[in-house]
């Protein structure tokens, strides 16, 4: 059975860090696109980052990109979002998503995605 699995979410001051982790099971994340997505309240959901092992690829929304860092451990088959210099917008549910096609172009639409974890909420407040 597939399933993502999101952790590390939590309350952070404005300035800390944190890593989330994206636990996967029924298939492995070296031979797949993982994205993780997240979706502020009030507002629509946004793809922030993405990762394809297999060709060392990683890639990151532009507003994020000096400070989300997206990697993958595959012994533990686990993606991880590690994020610095957080910021109150930076308030969110983060998903992780594994994505039917082999590329990540395009994955910030949210489309052509597979399976979908069921979210950790970071609060990032003072």
């Known amino acids: 059975q597939v399933q993502l699995v999101e952790s590390g979410g939590g309350l952070v001051q404005p300035g800390g860090s944190l890593r989330l982790a994206c636990a996967a099971s029924?298939?492995?994340?070296?031979?797949?696109?993982i994205a993780w997505f997240r979706q502020a309240p009030g507002k629509d959901s946004e793809g922030v980052a993405c990762?394809?092992?297999?060709?060392?690829?990683?890639y990151y929304v532009d507003a994020v990109a000096d400070r989300f860092n997206i990697s993958s451990d595959t012994a533990k088959n686990t993606v991880y979002l590690q994020i610095h210099s957080l910021k109150p917008e930076d308030t969110a549910v983060y998903y992780c998503?594994?994505?039917?096609?082999?590329?990540?172009?395009?994955?910030?639409?949210?489309?052509?995605?597979?399976?979908w974890g069921s979210g950790t909420l970071v609060t990032v407040s003072s």
């Open positions: 990762i394809y092992r297999r060709y060392n690829g990683a």
């Open positions: 029924g298939f492995t994340v070296e031979h797949s696109v």
């Open positions: 998503a594994s994505r039917k096609s082999p590329f990540c172009a395009g994955y910030h639409s949210g489309g052509d995605m597979a399976y």
